[in-house]
């Protein structure tokens, strides 16, 4: 059974400062996605992750996967009190196959303070 | 505007009324699926769906019911809901080549069961 852990689960930011969040999972994947969700509200598309060593970045965040490590990492850089959200690592269950099978981390709540 | 319509967003029931949740898309997706959030435990998979009359039980179907009679819709059924029921649900869709699709998620519907 797929289990997908994120670190930590809460995350108090300064504003101007760097922090990572991590996401660990226990089965052979190749595909994770991050998702976004603000209080009361739906989960958006941060990034796709397709393959082993993939970087993508979008303004002050940056994702990475290793598969090898069965590890992503989601990176703020300089955080802002706008990306205070909680985010969620989700895998792509590849011993099923059908697709879009994820299974979701339990989310790390991001709260960005002056 | 492509997007994933759930109706309704809110809904308090008393346990064993038979509801429906509607969750509709309007971007030709393959695949949807209906997701429940409950505190520190992420989003978990109730059912999705491949393709028309194609349905599979996620990682909780216990008391859920789906059908996909059309592509562009995915109701939730919960013929005898019980406390344990009350949850956030999101319905999602994406195309099924899992290359670089990530779900789109809609609005979620807050239900609670008395």
């Known amino acids: 059974e797929l289990k997908v852990e994120q670190n930590p689960l809460f995350l108090s930011m300064q504003e101007g400062k760097n922090y990572t969040i991590y996401c660990n999972y226990s089965t052979t994947s190749d595909r994770l996605y991050w998702y976004r969700q603000d209080p009361g509200k739906s989960l958006e598309s941060l990034f796709v992750l397709l393959s082993n060593g993939a970087v993508k970045q979008e303004g002050r965040l940056m994702a990475s996967l290793d598969t090898k490590a069965r590890l992503s990492t989601l990176h703020i850089t300089a955080a802002v009190h706008d990306l205070s959200a909680t985010y969620f690592c989700?895998?792509?269950?590849?011993?099923?196959?059908?697709?879009?099978?994820?299974?979701f981390g339990g989310g790390t709540r991001v709260l960005v303070k002056p | 505007e492509a997007q994933v319509t759930q109706n309704p967003r809110y809904l308090i029931t008393v346990t064993g009324k038979k509801l429906t949740v509607t969750c509709s898309q309007n971007m030709n997706h393959e695949y949807m699926s209906w997701y429940r959030q409950d505190p520190g435990l992420g989003l978990r998979q109730i059912y999705y769906?491949?393709?028309?009359?194609?349905?599979d039980k996620g990682d909780v179907p216990e008391g859920y019911k789906v059908s996909r009679k059309e592509k562009r819709n995915f109701p939730l059924i919960l013929e005898s809901p019980s406390p344990n029921q009350t949850s956030l649900y999101f319905c999602?869709?994406?195309?099924?080549?899992?290359?670089?699709?990530?779900?789109?998620f809609g609005n979620g519907t807050r239900l609670t069961v008395t």
């Open positions: 989700a895998v792509d269950n590849t011993l099923k196959a059908a697709g879009n099978k994820l299974t």
């Open positions: 999602a869709s994406s195309f099924v080549d899992r290359g670089n699709s990530p779900l789109h």
């Open positions: 769906s491949m393709n028309v009359e194609v349905t």
